[in-house]
C-alpha cells in the first residue's frame, strides 16, 4: 500500500492523537489540497480513524473483520457515515479503478 501514497502521517509526528481534527488538517496540508478537496481516511479503530475523520469531514474507510464491525455495535456503526474493507488487499485497486467498498453508517 505505501507505494500508493505519497506520504504518511502518524500522531507522534504531528504532536497531536486521533480523532482530532488537528490532525487531519495537517494531513490535507501535507497534501497540498484546498479545504473543500474530497479526503479519504483508511484506518482500522472505528472511535479514532473512523470518527476522527467524518469529524474533520473526511470520508471514512474502515479496514475490519465482521467481528470487528460486531463488537462496534450497530449503533455507533450507524451514526458515522463510513464504508468498510475487510482487508487492505483491495485498496489499490478500490481506489484505482473506482470499485466501491460496502457503505455503512450516516
Known amino acids: 500500500v505505501r ?3 505519497d506520504f504518511v502521517l502518524t500522531s507522534r509526528e504531528a504532536g497531536v492523537e486521533k480523532p482530532s481534527a ?3 488538517a495537517r494531513a490535507r496540508g501535507l497534501a497540498g489540497v484546498a479545504a473543500d ?3 479519504l481516511h483508511v484506518g482500522d479503530s472505528f472511535s479514532r480513524d473512523v470518527v476522527g475523520a467524518a469529524g474533520a469531514g473526511w470520508e471514512a474507510l474502515f479496514v475490519c473483520s465482521a467481528e470487528q464491525r460486531a463488537a462496534v455495535g450497530g ?6 457515515e463510513h464504508a468498510h474493507l475487510e482487508s487492505l488487499a483491495r485498496l489499490p485497486a478500490l481506489l484505482s479503478l473506482g ?3 460496502e457503505a455503512r453508517g450516516g
Open 3 to 5: 507505494r500508493h501514497v
Open 22 to 24: 488537528e490532525l487531519f
Open 37 to 39: 478537496a474530497r479526503c
Open 75 to 80: 449503533e455507533a456503526l450507524a451514526a458515522v
Open 99 to 101: 470499485e466501491q467498498p
